[in-house]
């Protein structure tokens, strides 16, 4: 069952995310830093569910900053990039004990050769 805040409620819930939301454009906003729904909940004396549909029908949906999603985006790409290095340099270690293996006639290497992923479609390249 649904809970609707009174008018008075709605106006002092709309008072405060004026105070603590930031409009970031396209229908969005975010929370200055410490402040969410049910912060404004818990200062208002409300539900948390009445600040979010005040929030939506006046403000907008949530969205991160911009800094913070940039932030979390970067530190994906770095981490691919570390694992690419690994991939890498252990490929290449790889590579060379193969070569060692056939130069010395200890075993048949064709089948211990690692394959390259294909970037464009996933599928495994032979190296």
């Known amino acids: 069952m649904a809970t609707h805040a009174s008018r008075q409620e709605t106006v002092n819930i709309h008072k405060k995310l004026e105070e603590v939301l930031t409009d970031i454009g396209d229908g969005f906003c975010t929370f200055r830093d ?16 009445s ?6 029908e006046c403000f907008g949906k949530l969205r991160q900053p ?14 691919i990039e570390n694992l690419q290095r690994c991939y890498d340099e252990l490929k290449q270690r790889h ?9 010395n006639r200890v075993a048949e290497v064709r089948h ?9 479609n996933g599928q495994q390249r032979p190296s």
Do not use: Y
């Open 34 to 49: 410490g402040w969410d729904d049910q912060k404004v909940a818990d200062v208002v004396g409300v539900k948390k569910a």
């Open 66 to 79: 911009p800094r913070e999603q940039d932030h979390r985006l970067d530190e994906a790409i770095r981490a």
């Open 51 to 56: 600040v979010m549909g005040t929030r939506i």
């Open 95 to 103: 590579d060379k004990l193969c070569d060692t293996l056939a130069l």
């Open 112 to 120: 211990l050769r690692v394959a390259q992923p294909n970037h464009s």
